[in-house]
């Protein structure tokens, strides 16, 4: 993966909130300079930022300003103690000082540069969600222009294409407005990087010609650096590779120019990366090892780690796997170590598709199904942090309900005493009284009975909700979990045909096209799903691009024709979204329980490990196929689950019997 150095310069503000007659105009002078340049050598400007803090009165504007931009450059470096040292500052500030209107700025800055830095789009697109209350009018203009870029690099990232540009264009307005040319051609860069990630190249091009024009206006090899890594990525599909070399080699004459060791490790792994791409194995590899020794020399784990990598990955190339794989496998640690789990994934993913080139397919199982795993986790945690907001929405609903409740049982008390005063006010009318005492409370009964059933309704609607994918409409794991006990014996063995698909290189049409993108090809391959199945059989989202489907046949060759149908069927013709027509596969695996020919059940839990597994073997063998349980030489589920275990092997050895099925051909697609 290629790295751009993503930071916000800074010029002389003009006027606004923190910019008064009695600063310290050497002071903010020097702030700005450090802004300019700092993530070029980010520990040592860290140490000179933390001596500038300490000159400066504990409430002023300039302190906090060095806290925002120390905060960015322990993100960007992924510095968690030294980063949550940082906001533990912002968050005590001063409560009587007149800087402390900007902490909420401030603070949903830092944190939302850390979940940058750590792969957490998503979350740090939520967290910059708060900009919204904020009163852009009299906020920091330096902290709001930083704000604003990363929210549209965020957004660009994320696939959210049309929201990029809007934030990108309000960055480039304010800069404009600050008398900032140096940070509107900054801007510039990210706005190019949105319109590539949505297809438009010859816009994002344009864009960098008018960002490269602005920058020599007022150059510094930081920002040229910048420059010409966003050259590289924009001509990055080109049909001739030149503009793309051309411009990584001019990033690393600039990191140089820079004296800066850190982006001279980044220009290294950049071109590095280009080189692996190109399969030029030999040449990446020594890039990687001189980016690997600048990493060390300066302590910089995350560019040590990219280094890593791309050393690993350039020896597997060359066929040297035992060595290329223990690379691999230390950056890999190395990242796990820093909790950094979408990254981690992604190494794993990275691995498995060059071991599957290098035709160590086992070797590509295990990767595969690592990373599967990993992101599983990644899932589950961003599943949580999301049911966490939904039953704090729930349980203010169900208060305002109670509330409500509460008010119709007054009303109804109410009721009851005006009718005993009623019947002792009016013994006369003792009978009209009785009846007109029985009317109230058939009338309140009424109301009570409406309410408890509405109740009921909005209950039963938000239990749907809870366990329905928003965005396919399938079910979810949730509902899988709670039904599938109605599909296991007496002994927790399930009986059925159960099926994971997972489509190929999703990952690669996030990135080429964008998350919306990805969105309908998901929405389009649920409808696809749904298309083959009956109404009786079961079909779950499982997560990300994985679909899991539950049928209540348990025979083999049931399972080998609805595999080969939703094969077929998934594949046979691309996904329209808007202009673009994107062609789509996926690999599959499946098996029938109980498993043949000793017909032992397993827990379902045990089922999803193995069509998981048999589903990554498809994967490892060239994708578009689906590969089958049809038989398994054991006695003993003890035995069925340690020859599931080394599946691959087990299938050479002769003692599983797998079914491969292979979908439509490029040729044979509509």
Not at 190 to 211: K, N, W
Not at 284 to 291: E, G
Not at 504 to 520: E, L, M, P, T
Not at 556 to 569: E, G, K, N, S
Request: hydrophobic letters at 45%; charged letters at 25%; a negative charge.
């Amino acid at each position: 993966m290629a790295m751009l150095l993503t930071g916000c310069p800074a010029q002389q503000a003009a006027p606004r909130a923190g910019d008064t007659s009695v600063q310290d105009r050497a002071t903010v002078s020097e702030l700005e300079q450090q802004e300019r340049i700092g993530l070029a050598q980010p520990q040592e400007h860290v140490r000179q930022l933390l001596d500038l803090e300490a000159r400066m009165p504990a409430d002023s504007p300039q302190r906090m300003e060095a806290i925002s931009q120390r905060a960015a450059l322990l993100a960007q470096v992924r510095d968690r103690s030294g980063h949550e040292a940082a906001v533990e500052a912002l968050k005590t500030w001063p409560a009587n000082s007149p800087a402390r209107a900007q902490v909420p700025l401030a603070l949903m800055l830092a944190k939302a540069q850390w979940l940058k830095s750590n792969g957490q789009l998503g979350a740090g697109i939520r967290v910059l969600g708060g900009l919204a209350d904020v009163d852009q009018a009299h906020a920091e203009p330096r902290m709001l222009f930083r704000t604003l870029l990363l929210l549209g690099y965020l957004q660009s990232d994320y696939g959210e294409v049309d929201a990029s540009v809007e934030s990108v264009l309000k960055a480039i307005e304010l800069a404009r407005s600050m008398g900032s040319g140096w940070r509107a051609a900054s801007a510039q860069i990210t706005l190019a990087f949105s319109y590539f990630r949505a297809q438009q190249g010859d816009h994002a091009r344009q864009i960098m010609v008018e960002a490269q024009a602005a920058a020599k206006l007022d150059p510094d090899p930081v920002l040229m650096y910048n420059v010409s890594t966003m050259t590289g990525i924009v001509h990055s599909q080109d049909a001739d590779p030149t503009i793309t070399q051309q411009a990584r080699e001019q990033a690393l004459r600039y990191a140089r120019e820079a004296q800066s060791r850190y982006l001279q490790a980044l220009a290294l792994g950049n071109l590095a990366d280009f080189e692996l791409r190109q399969e030029n194995f030999s040449r990446a590899l020594d890039l990687s090892q001189r980016a690997n020794v600048l990493s060390q020399e300066i302590r910089a784990i995350q560019t040590e780690i990219l280094a890593r990598h791309n050393m690993g990955i350039a020896k597997i190339g060359m066929r040297r796997l035992e060595e290329g794989k223990r690379d691999v496998l230390q950056a890999i640690t190395m990242d796990a170590q820093r909790e950094a789990s979408s990254y981690t994934a992604d190494a794993w993913l990275e691995l498995g598709s060059y071991l599957e080139k290098a035709d160590d397919i086992a070797g590509a199982v295990d990767a595969y199904h690592r990373s599967r795993q990993l992101f599983d986790a990644v899932l589950r945690d961003e599943t949580r942090k999301a049911m966490l907001e939904a039953q704090a929405r729930f349980e203010d609903q169900q208060r305002e309900r109670e509330i409500q409740l509460l008010n119709q049982d007054n009303s109804l008390k109410a009721e009851q005493i005006r009718s005993r005063d009623l019947q002792l006010k009016l013994w006369a009318e003792v009978g009209v009284g009785v009846l007109l005492s029985g009317a109230l409370l058939a009338v309140a009964y009424r109301r009570v009975r409406r309410t408890n059933a509405a109740l009921a309704q909005t209950n039963e609607s938000l239990r749907v909700q809870s366990e329905r994918d928003p965005l396919t409409g399938l079910a979810n794991r949730r509902h899988f979990q709670k039904d599938v006990g109605a599909r296991c014996d007496d002994h927790q063995g399930l009986r059925g045909s159960m099926f994971l698909v997972d489509i190929d290189h999703f990952k690669r049409i996030n990135d080429q096209w964008g998350h919306a993108a990805g969105d309908s090809v998901l929405i389009e391959v649920a409808r696809r799903l749904r298309s083959v199945l009956r109404e009786q059989d079961m079909v779950v989202r499982w997560g990300g691009e994985e679909f899991l489907i539950l049928v209540r046949s348990e025979n083999t060759d049931d399972a080998r024709l609805l595999a080969q149908r939703l094969l077929d069927q998934i594949g046979g013709v691309p996904v329209d979204h808007g202009p673009l027509s994107i062609p789509i596969s996926a690999s599959i695996g499946f098996a029938s329980f109980p498993m043949a020919p000793a017909g032992l059940t397993l827990a379902w839990e045990r089922a999803v490990d193995i069509v998981d597994t048999v589903m990554y073997m498809s994967k490892a063998h060239g994708r578009n196929k689906a590969y089958g349980v049809a038989a398994v030489k054991a006695q003993t589920r003890e035995e069925l689950l340690a020859l599931a275990g080394r599946m691959e092997s087990a299938w050479h050895q002769g003692q599983v019997d797998l079914i491969s099925l292979l979908g439509l051909q490029m040729e044979e697609r509509a």
